[in-house]
T-cell receptor, first 111, second 114 residues
Framework: DAKTTQPPSMDCAEGRAANLPCNHSTISGNEYVYWYRQIHSQGPQYIIH???NNETNEMASLIITEDRKSSTLILPHATLRDTAVYYC????????????FGSGTKLNVKP | SQTIHQWPATLVQPVGSPLSLECTVEGTSNPNLYWYRQAAGRGLQLLFY??????ISSEVPQNLSASRPQDRQFILSSKKLLLSDSSFYLCAWSSPDSPSYEQYFGPGTRLTVT
């Protein structure tokens, strides 16, 4: 599976959009991009995933560049409850049993 | 809707004692099941996964074992705990019917070995 690179931490003002970047320059055509978040002392929460197209759900939007080498998770109106570690994961379709979580990005939403 | 349960939420055990952590999933059939471990401030490490009753795959050699006695039950065990087994243990499931196999996690068990 492709390796991902994320900044270790980011700050965002409450009510503003939070844009979390992820670099996955070695991604191949059969690999999905997944985003999870983990609030302190809880299990990771699934947010969204995508293959080629941009995706949106009730929690967030996922923007994948045309060459698929990077992506951005967008939380449109961040709240204090969005403070968490956000993980970007790339995984091959055939490697269905293996998620590899790196260190992620600690998002601090400030009032 | 699907729900995943883990218990206990916290556990303190002495070195050398046995361990049994339980995970159950509701609202789905024949899920893929997973055990992860997370050291403080670190990412998750996959320990075991199972695609069916009695079918267990181990990712890393360790002091732990896993069993799946029923379709929606996954158990993590140890005969003798080590200090290094102190960690946050997470169970997860995914649907074999989903083409993207996204995983859904339980609330976790925080284990402290003293």
């Amino acid at each position: 599976d492709a390796k991902t690179t994320q900044p270790p931490s980011m700050d965002c003002a409450e009510g503003r959009a939070a844009n979390l970047p992820c670099n996955h320059s070695t991604i191949s055509g059969n690999e999905y991009v997944y985003w999870y978040r983990q609030i302190h002392s809880q299990g990771p929460q699934y947010i969204i995933h995508g293959l080629k197209n941009n995706e949106t759900n009730e929690m967030a939007s996922l923007i994948i560049t045309e060459d698929r080498k990077s992506s951005t998770l967008i939380l449109p109106h961040a709240t204090l409850r969005d403070t968490a570690v956000y993980y970007c994961i790339v995984r091959a379709i055939y490697n269905f049993n293996k998620f590899y979580f790196g260190s992620g990005t600690k998002l601090n939403v400030k009032p | 809707s699907q729900t995943i349960h883990q218990w206990p939420a916290t556990l303190v055990q002495p070195v050398g004692s046995p361990l049994s952590l339980e995970c159950t999933v509701e609202g789905t059939s024949n899920p893929n099941l997973y055990w992860y471990r997370q050291a403080a401030g670190r990412g998750l490490q996959l320990l075991f996964y199972s695609v069916g009753i009695g079918q267990i795959s181990s990712e890393v050699p360790q002091n732990l074992s896993a069993s799946r006695p029923q379709d929606r039950q996954f158990i993590l065990s140890s005969k003798k705990l080590l200090l290094s087994d102190s960690s946050f243990y997470l169970c997860a499931w995914s649907s074999p019917d989903s083409p993207s196999y996204e995983q859904y996690f339980g609330p976790g068990t925080r284990l402290t070995v003293t």
